[in-house]
């Protein structure tokens, strides 16, 4: 059987439900060599091909990166678009009959590889039956980005549903046994499962240190820290819930009959997932605490004045000189590029900080921004917000370089360079009346984060500046949570992992002031990160870790997936939120605009000063969605799974509640219905 013909049957017959069309372009095409599976996977060069292949398939940053860095959490508390998500309402987020999200195309390309690799590889870790030409280590490596990549495909389905197949053989076109394999395995095994090809992907590629530009040992470390943290805060925040194994009104109790976790407990399941987020996290955090990229805390303005690397190791051509990088994309003039510096340059495509993240990042001296006079006003050291210029003063540096403010130059070099056609030469007052123009400004917050100062990567679809994928500080942020997690304490790598983040930040290395002068309920008012399960969390150290993981991360999507694992969307069901930005009424920035309408009707371009003196972007038009806040339903914490991928695995095909397969938590069995709770 050719190759195109057996990854049709495994990939699209199987539980993935794939359509036909879905992979017509390649399967209407013979495969670019002739040689059958069977002989396909005999060299080093033919696995790396499948390999490399894979990188755009998987890892976002390979892909379409066009939006870049600064919409990574968007339609969260950190970011937000000019209108809301379905996901903060009660009612537009419905089931669907088929969904992209619920596919297994990319884990079955993995797994026929990685299944007739090994095969000539043989079953000991050290390659002793090697029977595939090349060199050894570079063999091995290969393997080992193979098992990281289907590690990365899973996590993304851990964080979409839950319990999810594990699946890591490519099954023949057998409806009994795909039907057989679609079974759902509890989560928690499903993080197990992660974790062991991370460290298959350790062991094996622990021979070589290729560039960052490829997956290496270091990264499927620092990875497997971010799956069990991930895992083990979501089982603790969780616990008990229809969300986790064993918990009240789980939907897989009746296809898991008196379940019991590997570990014994839930309580020792937690331990196992946090312990197994130290080590790894350590191993990388030890090695790279003191390689972070510096940063002088300082906007960079003019040619002469000194570089700051830490602005550039986001928006630089080449990243391979940052050992705080350990994965990166290169593009290339022409041949790769993609829109980060256009839309950086200016409102981030309607994507704009929120009010709330702004003021929760701290003040250079370590103190929370409420301890200096009102948010409004301040007391002189803390400026107020009455304008962009006085929010950025004496603040982290991580606010302040990269918070656009009107004025600032946005081009140093290459002035003339006609290639950059999407330039703003100096920062303009925020487009906010743009509304759904593409260039409009949806918050007043802007930030210049991945853009470059040269103008000749700003031309329209042809960025070629660098992709930043994965960094090593997020290691020491994993090792700091799952500790304190783990033993609500700070321990010594804990205690010199924070210092070597908030010295890079140019903030007052002394955390304990910080959680000394922390008020969490006013930290609740900013933050959505101050709740877990409906309640402001009571532990002011745990906080502020959380608080830190926030600012370090600015806009590298990670925001909704820790929201979610600390469960921290509840309180939205009983208290709408209103989502605000810069302070617009009744401030120096009103005189900005001679255009302003806010009295709610269709054509209005701002919120209301009778609403809030901030602007509010979901509340410009009565009737706009979450004009009332936003709310939430516990469903939305995992998706639905579609209806069609129930009928295909039930008895008669036709018959949704008959299926091998369960919907999730509080979701219908009905495609179009919203959630039920």
């Given at each position: 059987?050719?190759?195109?013909?057996?990854?049709?049957?495994?990939?699209?017959?199987?539980?993935?439900?794939?359509?036909?069309?879905?992979?017509?372009?390649?399967?209407?095409?013979?495969?670019?060599?002739?040689?059958?599976?069977?002989?396909?996977?005999?060299?080093?060069?033919?696995?790396?091909?499948?390999?490399?292949?894979?990188?755009?398939?998987?890892?976002?940053?390979?892909?379409?990166?066009?939006?870049?860095?600064?919409?990574?959490?968007?339609?969260?508390?950190?970011?937000?678009?000019?209108?809301?998500?379905?996901?903060?309402?009660?009612?537009?987020?419905?089931?669907?009959?088929?969904?992209?999200?619920?596919?297994?195309?990319?884990?079955?390309?993995?797994?026929?590889?990685?299944?007739?690799?090994?095969?000539?590889?043989?079953?000991?870790?050290?390659?002793?039956?090697?029977?595939?030409?090349?060199?050894?280590?570079?063999?091995?490596?290969?393997?080992?980005?193979?098992?990281?990549?289907?590690?990365y495909q899973y996590f993304q389905r851990l964080k979409t549903f839950g319990d999810f197949p594990i699946i890591t053989e490519p099954l023949p076109d057998n409806m009994g046994v795909l039907t057989e394999a679609s079974r759902r395995s509890p989560r928690n095994e499903v993080a197990r499962f992660i974790l062991e090809d991370l460290d298959?992907?350790?062991?094996?590629?622990?021979?070589?240190?290729?560039?960052?530009?490829?997956?290496?040992?270091?990264?499927?470390?620092?990875?497997?820290?971010?799956?069990?943290?991930?895992?083990?805060?979501?089982?603790?925040?969780?616990?008990?819930?229809?969300?986790?194994?064993?918990?009240?009104?789980?939907?897989?109790?009746?296809?898991?009959?008196?379940?019991?976790?590997?570990?014994?407990?839930?309580?020792?399941?937690?331990?196992?997932?946090?312990?197994?987020?130290?080590?790894?996290?350590?191993?990388?955090?030890?090695?790279?605490?003191?390689?972070?990229?510096?940063?002088?805390?300082?906007?960079?303005?003019?040619?002469?004045?000194?570089?700051?690397?830490?602005?550039?190791?986001?928006?630089?051509?080449?990243?391979?000189?940052?050992?705080?990088?350990?994965?990166?994309?290169?593009?290339?003039?022409?041949?790769?590029?993609?829109?980060?510096?256009?839309?950086?340059?200016?409102?981030?495509?309607?994507?704009?900080?929120?009010?709330?993240?702004?003021?929760?990042?701290?003040?250079?001296?370590?103190?929370?921004?409420?301890?200096?006079?009102?948010?409004?006003?301040?007391?002189?050291?803390?400026?107020?917000?009455?304008?962009?210029?006085?929010?950025?003063?004496?603040?982290?540096?991580?606010?302040?370089?990269?918070?656009?403010?009107?004025?600032?130059?946005?081009?140093?070099?290459?002035?003339?360079?006609?290639?950059?056609?999407?330039?703003?030469?100096?920062?303009?007052?925020?487009?906010?009346?743009?509304?759904?123009?593409?260039?409009?400004?949806?918050?007043?917050?802007?930030?210049?984060?991945?853009?470059?100062?040269?103008?000749?990567?700003?031309?329209?679809?042809?960025?070629?500046?660098?992709?930043?994928?994965?960094?090593?500080?997020?290691?020491?942020?994993?090792?700091?949570?799952?500790?304190?997690?783990?033993?609500?304490?700070?321990?010594?790598?804990?205690?010199?992992?924070?210092?070597?983040?908030?010295?890079?930040?140019?903030?007052?290395?002394?955390?304990?002031?910080?959680?000394?002068?922390?008020?969490?309920?006013?930290?609740?008012?900013?933050?959505?990160?101050?709740?877990?399960?409906?309640?402001?969390?009571?532990?002011?150290?745990?906080?502020?870790?959380?608080?830190?993981?926030?600012?370090?991360?600015?806009?590298?999507?990670?925001?909704?997936?820790?929201?979610?694992?600390?469960?921290?969307?509840?309180?939205?069901?009983?208290?709408?939120?209103?989502?605000?930005?810069?302070?617009?009424?009744?401030?120096?920035?009103?005189?900005?605009?001679?255009?302003?309408?806010?009295?709610?009707?269709?054509?209005?371009?701002?919120?209301?000063?009778?609403?809030?003196?901030?602007?509010?972007?979901?509340?410009?038009?009565?009737?706009?969605?979450?004009?009332?806040?936003?709310?939430?339903?516990?469903?939305?914490?995992?998706?639905?799974?579609?209806?069609?991928?129930?009928?295909?695995?039930?008895?008669?095909?036709?018959?949704?509640?008959?299926?091998?397969?369960?919907?999730?938590?509080?979701?219908?069995?009905?495609?179009?219905?919203?959630?039920?709770?």
């Open positions: 059987m050719k190759l195109n013909k057996f990854i049709y049957y495994s990939a699209a017959l199987a539980i993935s439900g794939v359509s036909l069309s879905s992979c017509s372009d390649f399967l209407d095409k013979e495969p670019m060599s002739q040689i059958s599976p069977e002989n396909y996977y005999s060299t080093e060069a033919q696995i790396r091909a499948v390999v490399l292949d894979e990188y755009p398939n998987t890892l976002p940053s390979h892909g379409n990166w066009s939006y870049g860095l600064f919409n990574g959490d968007g339609s969260t508390d950190n970011q937000i678009y000019v209108t809301a998500d379905n996901k903060y309402t009660p009612d537009l987020w419905l089931v669907a009959n088929t969904h992209g999200t619920w596919s297994f195309t990319r884990i079955y390309y993995i797994n026929f590889m990685l299944s007739n690799a090994l095969a000539r590889y043989g079953s000991d870790i050290n390659g002793s039956e090697n029977t595939i030409d090349g060199s050894l280590p570079q063999i091995k490596h290969a393997l080992g980005e193979g098992y990281f990549l289907r590690a298959k992907a350790a062991l094996l590629m622990s021979d070589v240190d290729l560039s960052s530009q490829y997956i290496n040992r270091d990264l499927a470390l620092l990875f497997k820290s971010r799956v069990a943290l991930y895992e083990g805060t979501w089982l603790k925040y969780f616990k008990g819930s229809a969300f986790v194994p064993g918990g009240e009104d789980w939907p897989g109790a009746a296809a898991n009959p008196g379940y019991a976790y590997p570990s014994g407990s839930s309580d020792n399941e937690i331990e196992f997932f946090l312990k197994e987020a130290m080590a790894a996290a350590k191993e990388v955090g030890d090695k790279y605490v003191n390689k972070l990229t510096a940063n002088t805390g300082v906007l960079q303005q003019s040619e002469s004045d000194p570089v700051n690397p830490y602005y550039n190791m986001f928006c630089d051509e080449d990243l391979s000189g940052y050992d705080e990088v350990l994965l990166w994309r290169q593009y290339a003039r022409g041949l790769v590029v993609h829109n980060v510096n256009a839309a950086a340059g200016r409102g981030n495509y309607r994507m704009g900080l929120t009010r709330g993240y702004v003021q929760n990042f701290l003040m250079a001296d370590g103190t929370p921004v409420y301890t200096h006079g009102s948010y409004a006003d301040g007391d002189g050291y803390y400026m107020g917000d009455k304008t962009i210029a006085d929010v950025r003063k004496n603040r982290d540096s991580r606010l302040s370089v990269f918070l656009k403010e009107p004025g600032q130059k946005n081009i140093l070099f290459e002035l003339d360079n006609n290639e950059g056609t999407e330039v703003v030469f100096e920062e303009p007052y925020p487009a906010i009346t743009l509304g759904d123009n593409e260039r409009g400004y949806a918050t007043g917050y802007a930030i210049r984060k991945g853009g470059n100062f040269n103008r000749k990567y700003y031309a329209n679809g042809g960025g070629y500046t660098g992709a930043p994928c994965f960094r090593a500080v997020e290691a020491l942020l994993n090792y700091m949570e799952a500790s304190y997690e783990l033993n609500h304490s700070i321990d010594g790598t804990a205690d010199s992992y924070w210092r070597a983040i908030r010295n890079r930040a140019n903030v007052d290395p002394d955390y304990n002031k910080t959680i000394a002068l922390t008020d969490m309920n006013k930290e609740a008012e900013n933050d959505w990160g101050a709740y877990s399960g409906g309640t402001v969390i009571n532990d002011a150290t745990l906080y502020n870790i959380r608080r830190e993981r926030r600012c370090e991360f600015l806009s590298e999507g990670f925001r909704d997936a820790d929201l979610k694992r600390w469960r921290s969307y509840d309180q939205l069901i009983n208290n709408p939120a209103h989502l605000e930005g810069m302070h617009l009424w009744n401030t120096p920035m009103t005189a900005w605009y001679d255009n302003l309408k806010a009295d709610g009707s269709n054509d209005s371009n701002v919120s209301s000063p009778e609403r809030s003196e901030y602007l509010r972007p979901f509340e410009r038009i009565i009737g706009q969605t979450c004009y009332d806040g936003c709310t939430w339903r516990m469903a939305h914490y995992l998706n639905p799974l579609p209806i069609n991928e129930m009928m295909l695995t039930s008895p008669d095909g036709a018959s949704p509640d008959q299926s091998v397969l369960y919907q999730n938590p509080y979701w219908p069995m009905v495609a179009g219905q919203p959630a039920i709770k």
